[in-house]
């Protein structure tokens, strides 16, 4: 088990006592599979909240799930990295694919997915009128995100953070480049949508998470790659959510923000809650510089001349101005080299 040589010999002992249970190595592969309450748990498994909130604290206490706030709901799921994580990834894979418990725990998994997706899915209907005639103010949604995918590049990318991730689409999108990605969302109706397109496209390195966009319950200077996809229009303050962003990225970072161009439709402050009518180039600019990002790249997606009262789209691409440098002699040490960033 190569994959545990980081491992002291006491913390080896402790992943293995936490995970050597059968109920614990159960909830470990149901949480492999994505986020879930402590309520889903018990209706998989069949046992008592206390009991399973106890298992659940073994397994936290060694560091091999994570768990996260939701309003009244907490949220666990099986870390993206650590050694115990990559030795209990082993011990799953080396589970027998027709042991009958797991098989069980998976298919009543399934079906709590697909309750949760048709859950979702009404919720989408509900207010697909609404967002249909949003969308046929600007360009196609495949233009959008065709223009989106040649801005970002193919490169591998270690962190995505999509902010306002609404129906979770940016981080279907991306799936392909991405080693981890978090979405984010103030709505618990959007999140769910969110998590049925994911549950729904088998994508298990993405999460979603409930939070303040000006706010966020996140550690800073983490994320590669941070989008903001139609979101700034709907906020009084969106200079200080950019700010926001630009504290998410790591050194040399990236930031897309996707909103539309400046215009006259005044009917969408009370049709559709839009408090800024566009941005311009140059106040996005202004706000990028003052949050210490260079802005690379502005592509604007205007519609079709034929096309009347449609919206231009406007894809801003900026870049974190603090490289990474390694000095020092054998032992080198890591520094930040900063310009223009507090």
Known sequence: M????????????????????????????????????????????????PRISRHLKLLGEVSLIDRYQEGAWAYFRLRGEGEGVALVRKLLSSSAAGDAVL???????RALKQARSEKAQAYFSRNAAEWDALRQLHVSEADVEAALKALVGDDAVDGLLDLGTGTGRILQLFEPIYRRGVGVDASRDMLAVARANLDRSGITKASIRHGDIFNLPLDGQ???????????????????????????????????????????????????????????????????????????????????????????VTLWLARDLRQAAWVGGPEKTRIFAQAGRT
């Open 222 to 312: 983490v994320f590669d790659l941070v989008t903001i996809h139609q979101v700034l229009h709907f906020l009084e303050q969106p200079e200080a959510a950019i700010a926001e962003a630009a504290r998410m990225l790591s050194p040399g970072g990236r930031l897309v923000i996707i909103d539309l161009a400046p215009h006259t439709l005044e009917h969408l402050r009370d049709d559709h809650a839009h408090v800024r009518l566009g941005f311009s180039r140059q106040t996005m600019k202004d706000w990028l510089e003052k949050a210490g990002l260079a802005v690379e790249q502005v592509v604007d997606l205007a519609p079709d001349t034929a096309a009347s009262g449609q919206l231009t």
């Open 103 to 109: 098989q069980r725990d998976g298919e009543r998994l």
């Open 2 to 49: 190569a994959d545990a040589r980081g491992l002291g010999l006491e913390e080896l002992v402790d992943v293995l006592k936490a995970a050597g249970e059968p109920t614990r190595m159960r909830l470990l592969a149901l949480l492999a599979a994505g986020d879930l309450t402590v309520t889903d748990l018990t209706e998989i498994l069949g046992q008592s909240q």
